[in-house]
């Protein structure tokens, strides 16, 4: 037999119980339908800005065939094709074709024959093949622009096909085209952009047959099964050439809005997941385009709400039991106040004073604490300020050493300005412009000259931005060795370069990496001014994701006690007046702020080597293009 506090403590648990259910399921329905509503959105424009790329990208090419159907060049070809060479068509198709960005462009004679082809030296060509079947040569042969898509029946590509009628004599009223030009474009470009998306999205013909697919595994299935009737009529016209057309095994679970369903896969590659799709008609080519957002993030959205649902509702109902508990406790508690109020109000008052010192001791503490993070601080700003007037200035005395050299190479233009002043001068008294004006061409080119010197100077002594971008190594390199052009020929210095082809990128500072690698370099040059045969080598070699620069010299490397202390500050091997001893410090400073390291060895035929470390970075955005790829030279 159940006592009565026990079956109410019984009743209490079940209805607390029940409570639970019942709020984590209604947070989990409203914020299902909430992720649900923002998917549809998401969905909606990644659909509606994915069919307007598509429609955007075939639509381009569609001028394409009327433009070359009017060219006199396939005209006259096509007038008399077996008395003419058809090499010089071809090659013309195919420069419009690389020029255009197109898959394929040829001609077909009124007995759908291809006669020329930009694919012409290719083992798959179209030439020699009739295309009388195709609906793009039985358009266009009738008067009409001809579109069509499917698989091409030499490369098995899938295509879109644009085609225009090339009329040899249009001003007769009943004449009749004399050929057809047609263009093919590939889809694989649009489909790879489609990749990038957190979905999936399908194209369908009329036919329900998905043409385009971000999934390469869902391309050339049937969107729902097929009869064999359909089977036979598609296979009929050979846009599908052999194809299975296998189910895609899509199946419609629950409608949700207008042409929006939640859906899953019962096979292929979808399958075991749930999506929801969205579907939008292309008109322009008879096709419909879906998006399937998978329902991952909804999913998540419900467990989230009500796992935070019962975690409120778990507070609410510890709350309620804790003031349940302190109810039935505040009886005892005041009779226990009462008997012990007169000690309380002691150890009070005794408290209060206790609590008054340690809030003091406290107060001036915070204060103490406050007054040092402060001077810190400014100790931190102080020191960041001098790092970088150290830097500056270190960048500065290297700019003192190449004074002399940059003073040759602008005394020399200067000479040069003066002479050709003076001849022009006597040109123009003895009214021989033209000699005059061939002097003072040479003085803009000398002006220009010293220019580009000047230039190099100021950008090498502006200040670091500190902020990081992607470099190219080779560039960074042969500017820090323009600065040293007058020297390296006055010192008769052979300079060795060793690095790839291929343009190799690190993420740094452009001013503070060239800051390093003049340093290093002149460095170089200041080891091997006793040498009889100087050389400096500079080499780039990619090793592990890390890109590493050498800087060696021939000259009598580094002492071995010297070798721990060389990147201390104001520790230097010159003698007084020839230098701080700064620069190794600040450069191996600045590769630690790079990310970096800075090393330095001896050579074992002799001299020094200091190796530059930097992660490997990939080429800017701004190069990542088709363009680019097919000639890098640019970058």
């Not at 029946?153 to 009749?176: H, I, K, N």
């Not at 590769?591 to 530059?612: E, I, P, R, S």
Request: hydrophobic fraction near 40%; include cysteine; charge should be negative.
């Amino acid at each position: 037999m159940i006592s009565q506090p026990l079956r109410w403590r019984l009743l209490w648990l079940i209805a607390i119980f029940l409570g639970l259910m019942l709020c984590m399921w209604q947070a989990s329905l409203i914020a299902r339908e909430q992720a649900l509503s923002n998917l549809q959105d998401d969905a909606e424009n990644e659909l509606r800005l994915s069919a307007a790329n598509l429609n955007g990208y075939l639509l381009r090419y569609d001028y394409l065939p009327r433009m070359l159907a009017t060219r006199e060049g396939i005209q006259r070809y096509l007038a008399s094709p077996d008395s003419q060479d058809p090499m010089p068509l071809n090659m013309l198709l195919d420069r419009f074709r690389f020029t255009a960005g197109v898959s394929d462009i040829y001609l077909l004679d009124r007995h759908a024959d291809t006669i020329a082809a930009s694919n012409w030296h290719r083992p798959n060509t179209f030439i020699g093949q009739n295309y009388a079947f195709r609906s793009y040569y039985t358009d266009a042969i009738q008067g009409g622009q001809g579109r069509f898509y499917g698989l091409g029946v030499q490369s098995l590509e899938r295509g879109y096909y644009f085609s225009s009628p090339v009329w040899l004599d249009d001003t007769s009223p009943d004449a009749q085209p004399d050929g057809v030009l047609v263009i093919k474009v590939l889809l694989d470009d649009v489909e790879a952009s489609w990749a990038e998306q957190d979905a999936e999205l399908l194209v369908t013909d009329s036919d329900n047959i998905i043409f385009m697919a971000s999934h390469p595994k869902l391309r050339m299935n049937a969107l729902h099964p097929l009869s064999d009737d359909e089977r036979d009529a598609l296979r009929a016209t050979r846009r599908y050439a052999m194809e299975p057309l296998a189910p895609s095994g899509i199946v419609l679970d629950t409608p949700y809005g207008p042409d929006s369903y939640l859906v899953s896969f019962s096979h292929g590659p979808l399958s075991g997941e749930r999506y929801l799709s969205l579907t939008r008609p292309i008109p322009e080519f008879g096709w419909q385009m879906h998006i399937l957002k998978p329902l991952t993030p909804v999913i998540s959205a419900q467990w989230i709400a009500a796992l935070m649902a019962g975690g409120l509702y778990g507070i609410v109902a510890l709350g309620g039991g804790i003031g349940w508990q302190r109810l039935r406790l505040r009886r005892e508690r005041e009779a226990f106040a009462e008997r012990e109020r007169q000690t309380l109000a002691r150890v009070r008052d005794e408290l209060e004073v206790s609590v008054e010192l340690r809030t003091r001791d406290l107060v001036a503490s915070n204060q103490r604490l406050s007054g040092e993070i402060e001077e810190r601080r400014r100790a931190e700003a102080s020191l960041r300020q001098t790092q970088d007037e150290l830097i500056q200035a270190a960048k500065l005395a290297v700019l003192g050493q190449l004074a002399a050299g940059i003073n040759h190479e602008l005394n020399q233009p200067l000479a040069a300005i003066r002479a050709y002043a003076e001849n022009a001068r006597r040109f123009i008294e003895l009214a021989r412009i033209e000699k005059a004006d061939a002097n003072l061409e040479q003085i803009v080119e000398l002006t220009q000259r010293m220019a580009d010197i000047s230039a190099q100077l100021r950008q090498f002594s502006r200040k670091s931005s500190e902020r990081h971008e992607t470099i190219s190594v080779q560039a960074c390199i042969e500017y820090a060795l323009r600065l040293f052009h007058s020297r390296l020929k006055d010192g008769s210095v052979q300079v060795q370069q060793h690095w790839p082809k291929e343009t190799l990128w690190v993420k740094a500072d452009l001013v503070r990496l060239e800051q390093v690698l003049v340093n290093l370099i002149g460095n170089a040059l200041q080891a091997m001014k006793e040498t009889l045969s100087p050389v400096l080598t500079l080499r780039v070699d990619v090793v592990r994701e890390q890109v590493i620069i050498s800087v060696a010299d021939n000259g009598p490397g580094i002492a071995k006690p010297h070798l721990g202390q060389i990147f201390e500050p104001f520790f230097t091997t010159k003698a007084p007046g020839s230098g701080l001893g700064l620069g190794l410090s600040i450069s191996s400073r600045i590769m630690d702020d790079l990310g970096g390291k800075l090393q330095a060895t001896n050579q074992a035929a002799g001299g020094a080597c200091f190796t530059v470390t930097l992660p490997y970075s990939s080429p800017p955005d701004s190069l990542a293009t088709p363009l680019v790829k097919e000639n890098n030279n640019h970058a």
